[in-house]
């Protein structure tokens, strides 16, 4: 199975007044000829370029579509009838990209879709078609449809945007992973392993984004921890922790290390690693001593790391 990322974090996810979101389904709520939408507030990226949903329920007419458009797309129009914005549509399988002229066009492009299907959209940002414009891609089950269509990108990125055109339309979102144009690619796999890259002394919760230490905590050495399976970037270069439980201790730490960093360590003890600790509030960075840097956190408290790339 090809890894999967999911970016359902709280607050990850912007609505219209005519969708909803349930965990990874995306609703139809509105009436009548009113648009839903669902835009993934994370913007494509070199690492995280291409998502899929799955239609699980196809509803009256099944007009449903997937794409990406910038930031400020508007959350009652499907995607790729407004500017700044290309969308593959289910129930025709046409192509609807809203050109530099200033029309919305839809052609035809693929087959269409219905439950059971999965449909993807990517954005190649390996191949050079021209300063400031990108390549998207859309795939059906897996396997590419059509060739790679050309648009400008905007400033702020493209995101992800879902719509859905009729009443009890229903899909589920399988995730984002990073695909080239003309790869086939199998179910994606959302297992914690998807998530961690490598991990010790802790035990991956729900849909293995919680962790549980569960160490015997008797030394030093009886360190949890787990390690991301990507890395930040100018797009993607900050992220957060909530501390359910504060435990016994509250030796709670959030940083950034290095791929071959040993599991038996916290965040900032040792060479390539910083990190910033719950239970004192003090930052370490490559030594085992640290220095005074924050307030500490405890059960409800938001900790974040990021990098602060130059423009």
């Given at each position: 199975?090809?890894?999967?990322?999911?970016?359902?974090?709280?607050?990850?996810?912007?609505?219209?007044?005519?969708?909803?979101?349930?965990?990874?389904?995306?609703?139809?709520?509105?009436?009548?000829?009113?648009?839903?939408?669902?835009?993934?507030?994370?913007?494509?990226?070199?690492?995280?370029?291409?998502?899929?949903?799955?239609?699980?329920?196809?509803?009256?007419?099944?007009?449903?579509?997937?794409?990406?458009?910038?930031?400020?797309?508007?959350?009652?129009?499907?995607?790729?009838?407004?500017?700044?914005s290309i969308g593959y549509h289910a129930d025709d399988g046409r192509l609807f990209h809203h050109d530099e002229c200033g029309s919305a066009f839809g052609k035809p492009f693929g087959p269409t879709s219905t439950?059971?299907?999965?449909?993807?959209?990517?954005?190649?940002?390996?191949?050079?078609?021209?300063?400031?414009?990108?390549?998207?891609?859309?795939?059906?089950?897996?396997?590419?449809?059509?060739?790679?269509?050309?648009?400008?990108?905007?400033?702020?990125?493209?995101?992800?945007?879902?719509?859905?055109?009729?009443?009890?339309?229903?899909?589920?979102?399988?995730?984002?992973?990073?695909?080239?144009?003309?790869?086939?690619?199998?179910?994606?796999?959302?297992?914690?392993?998807?998530?961690?890259?490598?991990?010790?002394?802790?035990?991956?919760?729900?849909?293995?984004?919680?962790?549980?230490?569960?160490?015997?905590?008797?030394?030093?050495?009886?360190?949890?921890?787990?390690?991301?399976?990507?890395?930040?970037?100018?797009?993607?270069?900050?992220?957060?922790?909530?501390?359910?439980?504060?435990?016994?201790?509250?030796?709670?730490?959030?940083?950034?290390?290095?791929?071959?960093?040993?599991?038996?360590?916290?965040?900032?003890?040792?060479?390539?690693?910083?990190?910033?600790?719950?239970?004192?509030?003090?930052?370490?960075?490559?030594?085992?001593?640290?220095?005074?840097?924050?307030?500490?956190?405890?059960?409800?408290?938001?900790?974040?790391?990021?990098?602060?790339?130059?423009?």
């Amino acid at each position: 199975m090809d890894v999967a990322v999911k970016l359902h974090t709280k607050q990850r996810y912007c609505t219209g007044r005519n969708s909803e979101v349930d965990g990874d389904i995306f609703k139809f709520k509105g009436e009548g000829d009113a648009v839903g939408v669902v835009k993934i507030l994370e913007p494509t990226s070199p690492m995280l370029n291409y998502y899929e949903y799955e239609i699980i329920d196809r509803g009256e007419k099944c007009a449903i579509g997937i794409g990406v458009g910038e930031k400020g797309y508007p959350l009652d129009r499907m995607p790729g009838w407004n500017a700044h914005s290309i969308g593959y549509h289910a129930d025709d399988g046409r192509l609807f990209h809203h050109d530099e002229c200033g029309s919305a066009f839809g052609k035809p492009f693929g087959p269409t879709s219905t439950v059971g299907d999965r449909m993807g959209c990517g954005v190649d940002f390996d191949t050079d078609v021209g300063y400031g414009y990108v390549n998207v891609f859309f795939t059906r089950n897996g396997e590419q449809v059509g060739e790679p269509i050309k648009m400008k990108r905007p400033l702020h990125g493209l995101y992800p945007i879902v719509g859905m055109y009729s009443v009890g339309e229903k899909v589920c979102y399988l995730g984002h992973s990073r695909r080239l144009p003309y790869t086939v690619m199998q179910p994606m796999d959302t297992s914690p392993w998807s998530v961690w890259l490598r991990s010790n002394g802790v035990r991956f919760l729900d849909d293995g984004l919680t962790l549980e230490y569960c160490g015997e905590g008797l030394e030093a050495r009886d360190i949890g921890i787990a390690q991301a399976n990507f890395r930040l970037d100018c797009l993607n270069h900050y992220f957060e922790m909530e501390i359910l439980s504060a435990g016994k201790e509250g030796c709670m730490a959030i940083g950034l290390a290095k791929s071959t960093y040993p599991l038996h360590r916290h965040p900032g003890w040792d060479e390539g690693s910083a990190g910033y600790h719950a239970d004192n509030g003090q930052l370490y960075k490559e030594v085992g001593e640290g220095k005074p840097f924050g307030p500490t956190c405890t059960e409800g408290d938001r900790m974040g790391c990021g990098i602060l790339f130059p423009d």
